[in-house]
């Protein structure tokens, strides 16, 4: 229950992903309006800036949700910093009559991911047994999917200030989720609160024998404390860093996020055989059933095969897609993204249904091997 709450966040670290997918064609439409009935259309640069700024505000949020983490706790940095900035941030869409909002409202709604990207994994490897490490560590994709999927539904019926509203009421269950869970019992030892962590711990564990634990966990922090001298801390972590480092470079080099981003002015560049709108739901449902997939495979298959598997799975993926763009230039150099708005009319690409096709298997074999076996190593080497 604790890391559902905490992974609440995550729900809308996937909306805000995928906000952009659907928005955009009625951000470009030449008829758009804003809030308050005045034109507003943005261009394809501009669009290019909607979609990235946004990792930009992520990694800002990275950057500074450990130090205040660390001063404030785990949940209160969760509820006051990411559903704080995650509203803010769709507020600002919702109310804007110039595109330079819009800008700043990604910017914020991407610290607020880069917060609940740094905070919630550690939340979970801090609350979890030993043993329910991995498979809680999956929450975090699970959770995204189910944003990415709520939104792109959202989204086939909402033009985009109305879209912006909607993501950001759901802050609030993130909110009333936080107020119910615990403070992490480790943070809490670390502060020197013994009694409120056997508390937070017999909560978690649903029982009040927990002493045992509490004592192993005190020790456990009383060494990390003593560590706590600079380059001898760097070296004993230099070989897990790296290793979810270079895992999530790869992560983004495969176009993962950019391809949720623009999943449907793609299929609209494509004129894919059915209504993009729809194509775009289907693959917010693909994602969310390859991470079903996912936890289902996690601790009944060999890792290393499912990693394998799902890399070669999406680089399959990128070339099929990269011919249907080959064999389709006319389409693709014609429209293009800067008239990707225009309503879909029924016509049909050369290649049919295998952009969908191909789509949908980059976004399985990612979502149930690479994607969530990130997090499992995530937080696997977050605990050691």
Not at 14 to 23: E, L, V, W
Not at 88 to 95: K, R, S, V
Not at 125 to 148: K, N
Not at 259 to 280: G, H, K, Q, W
Request: aromatic share 10%; charged share 10%.
């Amino acid at each position: 229950m604790a890391t559902f709450c905490a992974t609440l966040g995550c729900f809308l670290n996937g909306s805000m992903i995928g906000y952009s997918s659907p928005a955009i064609p009625s951000l470009m439409n030449p008829n758009g309006t804003d809030l308050y009935g005045n034109s507003l259309v943005v261009n394809s640069q501009q669009v290019s800036w909607i979609t990235g700024i946004m990792s930009l505000g992520c990694f800002l949020g990275c950057l500074i949700a450990g130090p205040i983490s660390e001063k404030i706790g785990r949940k209160s940095a969760l509820l006051y910093c990411t559903a704080t900035s995650f509203f803010l941030g769709y507020l600002l869409i919702f109310l804007a009559n110039h595109v330079a909002l819009i800008y700043i409202g990604r910017l914020v709604g991407g610290v607020g991911m880069g917060f609940e990207l740094a905070i919630a994994t550690v939340y979970i490897v801090e609350i979890a047994s030993t043993d329910m490490r991995g498979f809680l560590g999956c929450f975090v994709t699970l959770m995204q999917s189910v944003g990415l999927l709520v939104t792109f539904l959202l989204g086939s019926f909402l033009n985009w200030y109305w879209l912006a509203m909607v993501n950001g009421i759901t802050v609030a269950f993130f909110v009333i989720g936080l107020i119910f869970i615990p403070e992490s019992p480790r943070w809490l030892l670390l502060k020197g609160k013994e009694l409120s962590a056997m508390k937070s711990l017999s909560w978690l564990r649903a029982t009040d024998e927990v002493t045992s634990e509490l004592e192993k966990i005190k020790r456990n922090v009383t060494e990390k404390l003593k560590e706590r001298n600079g380059l001898l801390e760097l070296r004993t972590a230099i070989k897990p860093f790296l290793l979810v480092l270079g895992l999530n470079v790869f992560l983004q080099l495969t176009g993962w996020v950019v391809l949720l981003n623009y999943t449907e002015s793609l299929f609209r560049m494509l004129a894919v055989s059915i209504d993009p709108d729809y194509s775009a739901v289907m693959i917010g449902f693909t994602a969310f059933i390859a991470c079903l997939v996912g936890l289902a495979l996690v601790s009944r298959v060999n890792r290393k095969v499912m990693m394998v598997a799902s890399m070669i799975a999406m680089a399959v993926s990128h070339i099929v897609l990269a011919l249907c763009f080959h064999f389709q230039p006319e389409l693709s150099s014609k429209e293009g993204l800067s008239n990707v708005a225009v309503e879909f009319e029924g016509r049909v690409g050369i290649m049919g249904w295998i952009p969908v096709l191909a789509v949908i298997l980059f976004v399985f074999m990612g979502g149930a091997g690479y994607g969530t076996l990130l997090w499992v190593i995530t937080s696997k080497n977050a605990s050691k």
